[in-house]
């Protein structure tokens, strides 16, 4: 059974920092891409930064320079470090693994509010 189980969301200030995790299980994780997406309210689900199964990193335009993906094989897991935060960066926040396969996290909220 595949899991991929994000934590880490909550809310911050603007300007604040938070770090995202996807800890996957019942894949080889080393095999898969892995992606961040986000879904704000009323808009559709877009992707926020990748990374591949050889480490190679992209980043949608709005979040260069402020958000930076990582994997670490060892523990399963992709982060994704997320700082100068705006609140149009509130948003579900998805992990999702692709190789001949895909598969969704249930999703963490991020909220970015004073």
């Known amino acids: 059974q595949v899991q991929l189980v994000e934590s880490g969301g909550g809310l911050v200030q603007p300007g604040g920092s938070l770090r995202l995790s996807c800890a996957a299980s019942g894949i080889t994780f080393r095999l898969y891409a892995m992606g961040w997406y986000r879904q704000a309210p009323g808009k559709q689900r877009e992707l926020v930064a990748g990374i591949s199964s050889g480490g190679s990193r992209n980043y949608a335009d709005s979040v260069k320079g402020r958000f930076t993906i990582s994997r670490d094989n060892a523990k399963n897991t992709v982060y994704l470090q997320m700082n100068s935060l705006k609140p149009e960066d509130t948003a579900v926040y998805y992990c999702?693994?692709?190789?001949?396969?895909?598969?969704w996290g249930q999703g963490t909220q991020v909220t970015v509010s004073s």
């Open positions: 999702n693994a692709k190789s001949a396969s895909a598969y």
